[in-house]
Every structure is written in structure tokens, then in C-alpha cells.
């Protein structure tokens, strides 16, 4: 039903929901309530008129967002396939990744594989919705910020190279909510300089005292590990990004990763407890489970686990964490496309590394 709200291009009668779902009208009314509830969260209402039918209503970025959230699940074991989507109207996802990687490669950042198809589906959305005439009005940002920034630069190019492509105009609105979405990304430059450079001083400044409140509570000291430095860093600039232009993320991972490597995801709870109070706003579970991925990966560089996997092989534990690392912020996958046979590598390692 939520797909039919979220999809319909008008208002859509009971009596059409019910013969399409193979329900009674009676059984219609029921689940409103939840799609109701589903709704909410993003700000979207059930709009009823007389003699039409219903229809979702509200913000158009809140309707993307949770087009995005609802409709288009993601499965990170598996590469972003183009059929995958048509069903509910997504289409031209491989010529629209393969436009975004040529404006990323002809810049000096890195993106990731899992957030390069992020961006490539929230791109698929705004095209579709822009085909059925329904635009972003406004944003309550400030857009004079966005529009210097080098997301903005690389949001412009890519929307140049898909108009061509794909025979489509993007209004202005457009290009800054894809510059939003990528400034909600853990994108690095090559070329990297100095750690309080690239983060900038207030994302430096929460970096240290998670480090060191690491270090006293836990006894656990990340100091010397510059990658871990860099990839938390860079990835709490984008949690503070995300929370300020108001962009969702899920993570399928979450209950795996608290229930197989509780330690890291403790140390993670941590550093989402100093974030919030910073930010004066609580983290979301799904960001906190994403930051376990970096404790997660540092604690088996340096070997200062505390066993959380028992009878586990270190191996596959090194290498599932490596895979999840490498999703999040290696960006040397970003040119690489994952073998059938290494996902199913993955997913076995995943099945064996469970806590028994």
C-alpha cells in the first residue's frame, strides 16, 4: 500500500487500493493506520478529498527521503543492480553511476562504493519525481554556504553531464540537493594533508575528546593509528552534515554488528555520546553502528580486541571487517565492481563468525 501512496502519480480511491492489493476495503482501512505511522516520522500526512481518494502529502525532500527509506532497500552484500528498482519507477541507474564516477574521477575526492550508490539512488529519485513535474520549492538552508562548497562544484558537473545524457533538465533546487547529499558523504580528498586540515578545527576538536575519553574510560588508545584517525574523522564530519540538512541513513548491518562485535559497538556508543551532547541532538542507532565499523577495524589492526566472536577464525573476522571498512571509507573500491563469488565469500564469513 505504502508503495501505491509513494508512487501514484494523483489521488488514489480505496476501492483501486483494495482491487490492487487482492484486500477488502475494510482490510484498506486497517492498515492505514500503520502506513500512517510509517509516515510520520518524515513529516507526511494521509490527505483525503471527497469523490478523489487519497494521496501522501508534504515535503517533497521528506517525500524522497522516505521513497528512499520504504521503497528502495539496499542490500550491501550485493552490487546496485538496474532491474532491481524498476518496479517502482527507478531506471538508467548503471548511466547514471557511470556519469557520477566520470565527474568524481575528473576531481581529486574519493567516494565509496556503498555511498557512490547511495548518491546514484537518491539521483534516480529526483529524476523520477522531476519527470512527473514535482519540485523541490524551497530549502530552509543556507544555500549562499552550500553553493561554495566543492560538493556543489561536483553536483553542478554531474547534473551538466546528465542532462546531456539523459535529455533533462535539473532546476536549480536540484543541484544543491545533491550537493546536500554529498556533503552528507564521507568524501576525501587525494592527496591528504594534515588531519586538523582536512577535518577542520571543530570536527578535530570532537575527534580528541573521543580519543581521549576512549583512552580513559576503556583503555584504549587509537593514537597512532592515522587511518583510523582519518576515516572516523572524515565520517563524523558527514554524521554532522547528515543531521544538519536533515538526511536519513539506515544500516542493514546494525543487528549484526551489535550482536557479533558488542566491545566495538560499546566503544562506538561512546563516541556517539560525546557527538550528541556536541551537537545537542541525539545519534541515531544506525550512525552509532556505522562508527563501530571503524573501532571495529582498528581494534584488529593493533590486535587490542577483547573477544566478542568466540571460536571464531581471526581470518574471516579480519576479513569481514576489512569488507565493512572498505564500504564505508576505502575509496580504492570506488573503481572496482564486487565478483558474484566474493559476495558469496562475504556472506559465508558473516554466517560463520556469528557468536555461538
Known amino acids: 500500500m505504502l508503495t501505491k501512496l509513494l508512487t501514484g502519480k494523483s489521488y488514489i480511491k480505496l476501492e483501486e487500493l483494495a482491487k490492487d492489493l487482492y484486500v477488502s476495503k475494510s482490510t484498506v482501512h486497517l492498515l492505514m493506520k500503520d502506513v500512517t505511522e510509517l509516515l510520520l516520522p ?49 531506471s538508467d541507474l548503471h548511466r547514471i553511476r557511470d556519469t557520477v564516477l566520470k565527474c568524481i574521477e575528473q576531481t581529486n575526492v574519493y567516494l565509496s562504493d556503498l555511498e557512490l550508490d547511495n548518491l546514484v539512488i537518491h539521483i534516480a529519485i529526483a529524476i523520477r519525481r522531476l519527470k512527473e513535474q ?17 560538493e556543489y562544484e561536483i553536483a553542478e558537473n554531474i547534473t551538466g553531464y546528465l542532462e546531456k545524457e539523459l535529455h533533462i533538465s535539473f532546476p536549480k533546487e536540484e543541484i544543491f540537493y545533491i550537493a546536500i547529499h554529498l556533503l552528507g558523504t564521507s568524501i576525501t580528498t587525494r592527496g591528504l594533508g594534515s588531519l586538523q586540515d582536512v577535518l577542520g578545527d571543530p570536527v578535530h576538536s570532537i575527534l580528541e575528546t573521543i580519543l581521549q575519553t576512549v583512552r580513559h ?25 547528515r543531521m544538519k540538512y536533515g538526511l536519513n541513513i539506515r544500516n542493514p548491518l546494525l543487528k549484526d554488528i551489535k550482536t557479533s562485535y558488542p566491545y566495538a559497538f560499546e566503544l562506538a556508543l561512546t563516541a556517539s555520546d560525546i557527538l550528541s551532547r556536541h551537537l545537542g541532538a541525539p545519534i541515531h542507532e544506525d550512525e552509532t553502528g556505522y562508527l563501530a565499523i571503524h573501532f571495529g ?7 587490542n580486541t577483547r573477544p566478542s566472536v568466540k571460536h571464531g577464525n581471526t581470518q574471516d573476522l579480519q576479513m569481514l571487517y576489512d569488507l565493512l571498512y572498505n564500504m564505508m571509507n576505502n575509496a580504492e573500491t570506488v573503481h572496482q565492481l564486487v565478483k558474484a563469488e566474493d559476495v558469496k565469500n562475504f556472506v559465508n564469513i558473516l554466517l560463520k563468525t556469528s557468536v555461538r
Open 42 to 90: 518524515y513529516n507526511l500526512t494521509i490527505e483525503r478529498r471527497p469523490y478523489h481518494g487519497i494521496r501522501v502529502k508534504g515535503d517533497e525532500i521528506s517525500l524522497r527521503s522516505c521513497i528512499s527509506q520504504y521503497l528502495l532497500p539496499r542490500d550491501v552484500h550485493v552490487p546496485l543492480l538496474e532491474n532491481e528498482y524498476e518496479s517502482v519507477g527507478i
Open 134 to 150: 514535482h519540485y523541490i520549492q524551497s530549502f530552509r538552508l543556507n544555500l549562499r554556504e552550500i553553493a561554495e562548497t566543492r
Open 217 to 241: 574510560r576503556m583503555g584504549v588508545d587509537f593514537k597512532q593509528d592515522r587511518e583510523f584517525m582519518f576515516g572516523l574523522g572524515l565520517h563524523i564530519k558527514a554524521v554532522m552534515n
Open 297 to 303: 577495524a582498528a581494534l584488529n589492526r593493533s590486535n
